[in-house]
Nanobody
Framework: VQLQASGGGLVQAGKSLRLSCVAS????????AGWYRQAPGKQRELVAE??????IKYADSVKGRFTISRDNENTMYLQMNSVQTEDTAVYYC???????????????WGKGTLVTVSS
């Protein structure tokens, strides 16, 4: 699975930004598709995830502010509202595929897109 994220940039605190991730296959066919982020000096962390069945989970730090969604084709979105300076990070889209033959997950990553939130 190939993934391409876009939409990052410089945004003021309190404003909104939408990230997009285009996949090389239908997003709804991906077992678990999500957004991760990595801030300077910190580990990469899960921001939001949507399963092929439509189940969604969010990191506590973004609940109520960020929304993950997908279209009927190959694109996944992350709507970021009321952004905070702590949201500054490189954002990555991720696809997790369950491989039955080896009973394990395989991870696919796109190149990240930088989001910088100014105060």
């Amino acid at each position: 699975v190939q993934l391409q994220a876009s939409g990052g940039g410089l945004v003021q605190a309190g404003k909104s930004l939408r990230l997009s991730c285009v996949a090389s296959r239908s997003i709804s066919s991906i077992d678990r598709a999500g957004w991760y982020r990595q801030a300077p000096g910190k580990q990469r962390e899960l921001v939001a995830e949507i399963t092929s069945g439509g189940n969604i989970k969010y990191a506590d730090s973004v609940k109520g502010r960020f929304t993950i969604s997908r279209d009927n084709e190959n694109t996944m979105y992350l709507q970021m509202n009321s952004v905070q300076t702590e949201d500054t990070a490189v954002y990555y889209c991720n696809a997790k595929i369950w491989v039955r033959g080896v009973a394990s997950w395989v991870d696919y990553w796109g190149k990240g897109t930088l989001v910088t939130v100014s105060s």
